[in-house]
């Protein structure tokens, strides 16, 4: 496709259950970015992949949250043992290089957690 | 601890009205973003501001960024309904050697912006 696909659009978890969230990101693009955005607020940085590093995951609220993009292209968002405070939207982004500056959003992963 | 404040954070205009909207930030950056948000979509990229001083301008909105000041502006000129959307400054408190990025943007709460007729 043309843009950063995220799939599922919308998952509904119950409390306790682990979830995986995909990013594919437009081809070829460098850089990988992950932000949680919880309604009514501004995305919150969690992590950023150059290719397959993940140089930078200072935004992960807690050892729940995992982050892997093994072949430097789809990355995925791992949550285990999902709570309600994880209820948000994770957005995925992807860059041609390391700079943000020229990274392109995805339409994101409404979480519900019930 | 970096925070980024905009105001307002709700806004009801009439079409054909003039507003501004502010974003501050507590921190030294000279790299500011503006994005555009519609109900249920992806965050779009309207501006990107690099340097103190800088203006930008597209269709109907312009933003400036005033680095001394730590603040910049989006100013709508006679809105239209088309500009309904929820409104992000972001700002980029790191810089690599060379200037690159490993983005990790602050973002503000956002604008919801509505534009009546």
């Known amino acids: 496709g043309a843009g950063v696909s995220q799939s599922p659009r919308y998952k509904v978890a119950k409390r306790g259950q682990d979830v995986a969230l995909r990013c594919d990101p437009i081809?070829?693009?460098?850089?990988l970015f992950w932000y949680q955005q919880a309604l009514g607020q501004g995305p919150e940085f969690l992590t950023y992949?150059?290719?397959?590093?993940?140089?930078?995951k200072s935004g992960l609220p807690s050892d729940r949250f995992f982050a892997e993009r093994p072949e430097g292209s789809v990355s995925t968002l791992k949550i285990q043992r999902t709570q309600q405070e994880d209820s948000a939207v994770y957005l995925c982004?992807?860059?041609?290089?390391?700079?943000?500056?020229?990274?392109?959003f995805g339409q994101g992963t409404r979480l519900t957690v019930v | 601890e970096l925070k980024v404040e905009q105001n307002p954070l709700f806004l009801s205009m009439q079409e054909g009205k003039n507003y501004t909207i502010y974003c501050n930030y507590s921190?030294?950056?000279?790299?500011l973003y503006w994005y555009r948000q519609d109900p249920g979509k992806s965050l779009e990229s309207l501006f990107v501001?690099?340097?103190?001083?800088a203006v930008k301008q597209e269709g109907r909105l312009m933003a400036s960024l005033d680095t001394k000041a730590r603040l910049s502006t989006l100013h709508i000129t006679a809105a239209v309904h088309d500009l309904s959307a929820t409104y992000f400054c972001?700002?980029?408190?790191?810089?690599?050697?060379?200037?690159?990025?490993?983005?990790?943007?602050?973002f503000g709460k956002g604008t919801k912006l509505s534009v009546k007729p």
């Open positions: 982004a992807s860059s041609p290089t390391d700079r943000v500056t020229e990274a392109f």
């Open positions: 081809s070829g693009h460098v850089s």
């Open positions: 992949f150059q290719n397959e590093a993940q140089l930078d």
């Open positions: 921190t030294t950056s000279d790299r």
């Open positions: 501001l690099l340097s103190n001083g």
């Open positions: 972001a700002v980029d408190p790191h810089k690599l050697v060379g200037g690159g990025s490993q983005g990790n943007l602050i």
